[in-house]
C-alpha cells in the first residue's frame, strides 16, 4: 500500500520556471525524504527533512513539512531540461528501514 | 565510494521459473532494503535485510525471498514466476543514524517474465 499521495501525477514546464510539487501522507512520520527517479533507473535521494523541521534548502531545492496536515511540498527553482524525472516523496514505517514511497509525480521540463 | 549495484541489470525468464537477483551494497552499509516497482502499483517494499538477519518483510508471497551474507551483500529470490512478477527490482543500502536514514539505491534489475 501506499502511504502517500502526490499532486500533480504530471507536471510540464518551461526551462527556468519553478516547479512544486505536492505530497500527502497518513501516519505520523519522523521524517520524510524526497527522491527523484530518471526514466526506469534507480532513484537519487534528494533531500530529507525532520519532523521537527518546517522547510529545509539544498542547491535549487526546497522542502517544506506540515505535519499538522501531513503533507509536504518540493519546490523546484530554475528547472533545467535535466529534471525533468519522476519525483517520489517517502516516509519510513515501521520499526525497521522501510520506506512508503507516494505515487510519484512525472515532471517534463521542456528546453 | 562505489555505488549500489545490482546484478544482472536485465532478465528475461519464463512463466515457472524462479530467478535469483543480487544487491551489493555501498561499503560500510549494513542495511539492505528491496523494493518492487511496477507501473500498476509503484514502489512496494519487499524486505529488509540488517546484519544477515530479515528486519522486517512486506505484503508479498512466500515465493519472494532474500538472505544477506556477512559482507553485507544480498540477494532475492522468486520463485514459480508469474507473469505480474515483471517489474523494476531495486534494492537500496543504509547507514542508520539514529532513527532517521537515507537509503541510496542501485540501477535496479528488470525482469520480464514471459
Known amino acids: 500500500s501506499q502511504q502517500g499521495e502526490e499532486d500533480p501525477q504530471a507536471l510540464s514546464i518551461q526551462e527556468g520556471e519553478n516547479a512544486t510539487m505536492n505530497c500527502s501522507y497518513k501516519?505520523?512520520?519522523?521524517?520524510l525524504q524526497w527522491y527523484r527517479q530518471n526514466s526506469g533507473r534507480g532513484l537519487v535521494h534528494l533531500i530529507l527533512?525532520?519532523?521537527?523541521?518546517r522547510e529545509k534548502h539544498s542547491g535549487r531545492l526546497r522542502v517544506t513539512l506540515d505535519t499538522s496536515k501531513k503533507s509536504s511540498s518540493l519546490l523546484i527553482t530554475a528547472s533545467r531540461a535535466a529534471d525533468t524525472a519522476s519525483y517520489f516523496c517517502a516516509t519510513p514505517s515501521g520499526s525497521a528501514r522501510q520506506l512508503t514511497f507516494g505515487s510519484g509525480t512525472q515532471l517534463t521540463v521542456l528546453p | 565510494k562505489a555505488g549500489v549495484t545490482q546484478t544482472p541489470r536485465y532478465l528475461i525468464k519464463t512463466r515457472g521459473q524462479q530467478v535469483t537477483l543480487s544487491c551489493s551494497p555501498i561499503?560500510?552499509?549494513?542495511?539492505v532494503s528491496w523494493y518492487q516497482q511496477t507501473p500498476g502499483q509503484g514502489l512496494q517494499f519487499l524486505f529488509e535485510y540488517f546484519s544477515e538477519t530479515q528486519r522486517n518483510k512486506g505484503n508479498f508471497p512466500g515465493r519472494f525471498s532474500g538472505r544477506q551474507f556477512s559482507n553485507s551483500r544480498s540477494e532475492m529470490n522468486v520463485s514459480t514466476l508469474e507473469l505480474g512478477d515483471s517489474a523494476l527490482y531495486l534494492c537500496?543500502?543504509?547507514?542508520?543514524?539514529?532513527?532517521?536514514?537515507?537509503?541510496?539505491f542501485g540501477p535496479g534489475t528488470r525482469l520480464t517474465v514471459t
Open positions: 561499503s560500510g552499509h549494513r542495511s
Open positions: 501516519t505520523s512520520i519522523n521524517n
Open positions: 537500496a543500502s543504509s547507514l542508520v543514524i539514529g532513527v532517521s536514514y537515507e537509503q541510496y
Open positions: 527533512i525532520r519532523s521537527n523541521e
